[in-house]
């Protein structure tokens, strides 16, 4: 399977490879037979993560991340280049859970995109049940990525 990610570092705060950002959701996507073929990751600020939080989903306040589906709803109808859609994850959040949950910033940054893609790929973490799921996925990959300090 051929993918295309795009990445769009929107921050200064995180130094992290564009390769492991890539290569991580590839493997991600493989692991999940995931069909589409193209997939936008933006890292952003608290700022910005705040403002498209309040724009698109009517909640004025950063968050970890922001996952937008282009195989589901509305926009699964005009997707002509198999996008599967877009995360947005925020290197302010990530820097300052690294320290309350003792991790690193990039470990954290590379969870939240995990979590993004696995909310694409239909998983979420709204009954305890599929919350325990989806952590249970999100330790295998990152185990899987070997990005735990």
């Known amino acids: 399977m051929r993918v295309k990610i795009t990445i769009t570092n929107l921050q200064n705060k995180i130094r992290i490879s564009q390769r492991l950002i890539s290569s991580s959701a590839k493997i991600i996507l493989s692991a999940e037979n995931c069909p589409q073929k193209r997939l936008s990751l933006t890292i ?3 700022k910005k993560i705040r403002e498209l ?3 698109f989903l ?5 968050t970890d991340v922001l996952a937008f589906s282009f195989v ?3 926009l699964s109808k005009i997707n002509p280049y198999s996008l599967l859609g877009d995360v947005i994850v925020s290197a302010d959040t990530a820097f300052s859970n690294a320290e309350i949950y003792k991790t690193s910033p990039r470990e954290e940054l590379i969870l939240y995109i995990i979590h993004g893609i696995l909310h694409l790929l ?10 325990r799921l989806m952590r249970k996925k999100e330790r295998y990959y990152l185990r899987k990525l070997k990005i735990e300090n």
């Open 44 to 46: 952003s600020t608290d």
């Open 72 to 74: 589901e709803g509305k």
């Open 53 to 55: 939080n309040r724009r």
């Open 122 to 131: 239909g998983y979420d973490d709204i009954t305890p049940a599929k919350r």
């Open 58 to 62: 009517g909640k004025d306040c950063a």
